[in-house]
Each structure stands twice: as C-alpha cells, then as structure tokens.
C-alpha cells in the first residue's frame, strides 16, 4: 500500500484512509492526534509514512496462541 500512495496525503485523502470524515481529521489535527501535519499556508498536509506508521502502532496485539 506505502508504494500506492503520494508522499503527502489531502485531508480528503488521509479520510479515505482512516474510513471517517473530513471533519474528524481536521478535529484530531487540532487535538494534536495525528502526526506528520504540515500546513502550507491555508492549506494542511500529511505525510503519509507518518500517518501509516501512526496506524501500525494502534494497532491491537494479536492474541497469543
């Protein structure tokens, strides 16, 4: 998927990775949630291997067998 992607994601585009809404990534940019944020001017940005390390570290252990 990392080779699929652009280096810098939209905030459309970061919502389609996360499955949710604009609204919410704009409310965990604001809340500090997210990493790799990079804002030219009006414009925000993610980096995308930061945002898709961040997913690989929330990700839940896999039970034991």
């Known amino acids: 998927m990392r ?3 652009p280096v810098l994601l ?3 585009e970061a ?3 996360l499955r949710t809404t604009r609204r919410a990534i704009y409310a965990m940019i604001e809340r500090r ?3 790799g944020v990079i804002r030219v ?3 925000v940005l993610l980096r995308a291997d930061d945002l ?3 997913l690989d570290q929330k990700r839940a252990p896999s039970p034991k067998e």
Do not use: M
Request: charged share 30%; no cysteine.
């Open 41 to 43: 001017r009006r414009r």
């Open 3 to 5: 080779g699929t992607l």
């Open 15 to 17: 919502a389609e990775l």
């Open 52 to 54: 898709l390390h961040w």
């Open 33 to 35: 949630q997210l990493p």
């Open 10 to 12: 939209t905030v459309d």
